[in-house]
């Protein structure tokens, strides 16, 4: 069984650059959200979708952030413009329905120079 | 607004020992979660506890919740080195159904 699945897993990049982060929520899957995980702020949730719909935003720390779910099937968190306070490991999630345990992919490592 | 405050946030024990991890929580919720982080690792879920005085066990790992005093524990019975780890509690809250509040997470340290 196909876990979360994230890409890309590492990304470097400059500051100014847009970068898009991927997700596959495991099948089945109803909600989705995105995490942000800092040494400083540890473990935030940014987005979370539910049937593919946003429900609450409230943890995305300004304009330069947005998320889009298409699909059941996919997800992007978009950066742009990139700046260097950004750098963090971001994490996506999914689970069969609120409330429910989340499973989360593998993560990817940002790094904005 | 909701908080989540773990102690220890560090925890070195040797193998064989007991110990209990503590997760406070600042409002009303019904559902609290534990997760473990492997370092440069994904989370992966451990427990859900749903109720007052839910009680749940994994091989070395037991977690309870009492929703009166807002608090979980995570009780590690003689640990073994495979434990090392970062545990997470995290609880439903923050004004919307799906938003799952973290604490700060306790890193644990079993050593020989």
């Known amino acids: 069984d196909a876990g979360v699945i994230q890409s890309p897993r590492h990304e470097v990049t400059e500051m100014g650059q847009e970068v898009t982060l991927r997700c596959k929520p495991i099948?089945?899957?109803?909600?989705l959200f995105w995490y942000r995980q800092t040494m400083m702020r540890g473990l935030e949730l940014l987005i979370y979708f539910n049937n593919n719909v946003p429900i609450d935003d409230s943890g995305m720390p300004e304009d330069r952030f947005s998320a889009k779910m298409p699909n059941a099937s996919f997800s992007t968190l978009k950066i742009q413009p990139s700046e260097p306070r950004d750098s963090a490991v971001y994490f996506c999630?999914?689970?069969?329905?609120?409330?429910?345990?989340?499973?989360f992919g593998d993560g990817t490592r940002l790094s904005i120079l | 607004e909701l908080k989540v405050e773990q102690n220890p946030l560090f925890l070195s024990m040797q193998e064989g020992k007991n110990y209990t991890i503590y997760c406070n929580y600042s409002t009303t919720s019904d559902r609290l979660y534990w997760y473990r982080q492997d370092p440069g690792k994904s989370l992966e879920s451990l427990f859900v506890?749903?109720?007052?005085?839910a009680v749940k066990q994994e091989g070395r790992l037991m977690a309870s919740l009492d929703t009166k005093a807002r608090l979980s524990t995570l009780h590690i019975t003689a640990a073994v080195h495979d434990l090392s780890a970062t545990y997470f509690c995290?609880?439903?809250?923050?004004?919307?159904?799906?938003?799952?509040?973290f604490g700060k997470g306790t890193k644990l340290s079993v050593k020989p």
């Open positions: 999630a999914s689970s069969l329905r609120l409330y429910q345990p989340q499973h």
């Open positions: 506890l749903l109720s007052n005085g």
């Open positions: 995290a609880v439903v809250g923050g004004g919307s159904q799906g938003n799952l509040i």
């Open positions: 099948s089945g899957h109803n909600s």
